[in-house]
């Protein structure tokens, strides 16, 4: 499940908003036709995010669990800026033409602020549960 976070808090430093939005909706029980409606998106693209919440662990219970840390991840404020297809991080300055290069550098590059990132999330929803 904590690649699940993971994944949603790398798609928000994109910027890649409805990727959160949907996976809020999937994650709150509605079915993929449902979400797609709702998010004004295609299906294929609620099927996608399914896929990758689903490949990471979050199926069932996981998934319900999930999505009490969606709101956190919402507040997250995106390092990646979109220019038409081209991509541009704002930390480096480095430039990509696709998304799945613009994820892997966040991942590989700037592994540090993801991973801090996940645990002040986690830390955040833990500690409010609490008190």
Do not use: W
Not at 12 to 28: D, H, I
Not at 93 to 108: A, K, Q
Request: glycine residues 8%; aromatic residues 10%.
């Amino acid at each position: 499940m904590i690649s699940a976070l993971r994944y949603l808090v790398v798609e928000q430093l994109m910027g890649r908003e409805k990727v959160v939005e949907v996976a809020e909706m999937l994650a709150s029980g509605l079915s993929p036709s449902e979400v797609a409606r709702a998010a004004g998106v295609k299906k294929n693209f609620v099927r996608s995010v399914s896929q990758s919440l689903v490949l990471r662990g979050a199926r069932g219970v996981y998934l319900s669990y999930l999505a009490k840390y969606i709101p956190a991840v919402k507040k997250i404020r995106p390092v990646v800026r979109r220019d038409g297809f081209h991509y541009e991080c704002t930390l480096c300055g480095g430039r990509f033409n696709g998304v799945t290069s613009v994820y892997l550098h966040l991942e590989n590059y700037h592994r540090d602020l993801v991973d801090g990132l996940l645990i002040e999330t986690v830390k955040f929803i833990n500690s409010a549960n609490y008190k």
